[in-house]
């Protein structure tokens, strides 16, 4: 049987972002077993940037829960990443899920390539910021192919499942996931590589996406602007070769900064000793 994966970056027990994870499971048409985790009720520690889960296959320094659900997802055939929208952005735990992607890059050859949906929730139309973008690009930089994304209105605990279009929403994802034949297209104004939507202009109609940083061309047709992003093959978000070659550059860097240990510690300690901390007056 196959396995899905649902995170939840919401912390309501019930609400919007976990009923829209069921309802698309329940539109999945191969059997399944669907496991959850709301990301908030887990032990989920920020990212202090060792890099030691690089040299440890993935186990991090950090005693939580960030490897029970990578384990899970190393097992998964695919993922259901939903959560709210919270003052134009998503609820912060799905940032501090994201950050810690460094262990997926461990495992990266154990992930690439696997399918997923994201859903986003916000409670008034059109204010949903940049929370779409931010959950397809976390699923996409963490390895996964995002097969297709959608965005839910429900402001009330429960009231996303009154609306026939969000109960339609979520079946296409829940068909979408998991056929190997599904091609997502992306709207005139994504970049269809990682479907950002924030673009640096260059010169000559050529553009930067600002989320994968593949750059490509803008093109006209019947005054409607159509993108084409081209993958770079060094660019540290493009395959499962550059992935790894990106992998390779981290791990050597452990020995450039034994080379100038020293030099690195002499700068720093001059600046140790200025400023007023606050979280001192805290710990008071």
């Given amino acids: 049987m196959k396995k899905v994966v649902g995170l939840i970056g919401s ?37 202090t940037g060792c890099y030691q889960c690089l ?64 859903v986003t929730l916000a409670g008034i139309a059109g204010r949903e910021g940049y929370s779409p973008v931010a959950l397809a690009s976390a699923a996409f930089c963490l390895g996964f192919d995002v097969k297709d994304q959608g965005l839910v209105y429900a402001a009330l605990p429960g009231e996303a499942l009154l609306s026939e279009k969000n109960k339609s929403i979520a079946a296409h994802l829940g068909r979408a996931l998991l056929d ?23 010169n000559n109609d050529e553009i930067e996406c600002l989320t994968c940083h593949n750059r490509g061309k803008i093109k006209w047709s019947n005054e409607t602007p159509h993108l084409e992003i081209a993958p770079d093959p060094h660019n540290i978000l493009g395959d499962l070769e550059a992935r790894l070659a990106h992998r390779s550059w981290l791990m050597g860097m452990k020995d450039k900064f034994k080379e100038n240990k020293a030099i690195l510690k002499e700068v720093s300690i001059g600046y140790s000793n200025e400023g007023r901390w606050i979280h001192k007056k805290c710990e008071d």
């Fill in 180 to 202: 190997p034949n599904y091609v997502r297209r992306p709207k005139a104004h994504e970049c269809n590589l990682c479907s950002g939507n924030a673009f640096k202009f260059l």
């Fill in 11 to 47: 912390p309501r027990k019930l609400g919007n972002s976990e009923l829209i994870v069921k309802e698309i499971s329940r539109n999945i048409p191969e059997e399944h077993e669907l496991v959850l985790a709301h990301l908030t009720k887990m032990d989920l520690k920020p990212c």
């Fill in 55 to 118: 040299f440890k296959q993935g186990r991090c320094s950090l005693n939580d829960n960030m490897s029970t659900v990578i384990d899970e997802l190393s097992d998964a055939n695919g993922l259901i990443l939903a959560a709210p929208t919270y003052f134009l952005g998503p609820y912060g735990i799905v940032k501090i899920f994201t950050d810690r992607a460094l262990m997926f890059l461990a495992r990266m050859e154990e992930f690439y390539g696997k399918p997923a949906v994201t």
